[in-house]
């Protein structure tokens, strides 16, 4: 079965970095696109991040030029790089694969923007 686990979530400062990470399983990783999303308190989920199949690219506004999406096909894995973070990047993040109009979430990881 589908199987997503984030990883790589924590606290950091504003303008600070992290990268958090989502293993996949269950499915042919390479064919499908990858998805990130996130979800603040009292807030609804928001498409972050998508990468397809080819490598090609999609960002929130709120966030181009500071994330970075990428993925490994070898290793099953999708990635978000994300810089100069905000505390308004303050949500828990969860990754993302769709097949047909089935939606397939992690369990999520907590990234919080605080000094």
């Known amino acids: 079965q589908v199987q997503l686990v984030e990883s790589g979530g924590g606290l950091v400062q504003p303008g600070g970095s992290l990268r958090i990470s989502c293993a996949a399983s269950?499915?042919?990783?390479?064919?499908?696109?990858m998805y990130w999303y996130r979800q603040a308190p009292g807030k609804e989920r928001e498409l972050v991040a998508s990468?397809?199949?080819?490598?090609?690219?999609t960002y929130a506004d709120s966030v181009k030029g500071r994330f970075t999406i990428s993925r490994d096909n070898a290793e099953n894995t999708v990635y978000l790089q994300m810089n100069n973070l905000k505390p308004e990047d303050t949500a828990v993040y969860y990754c993302?694969?769709?097949?047909?109009?089935?939606?397939?979430w992690g369990q999520g990881t907590q990234v919080t923007v605080s000094s």
């Open positions: 990468i397809n199949a080819a490598g090609s690219r």
């Open positions: 993302n694969v769709r097949s047909g109009l089935l939606y397939y």
């Open positions: 269950g499915f042919i990783f390479r064919d499908y696109t």
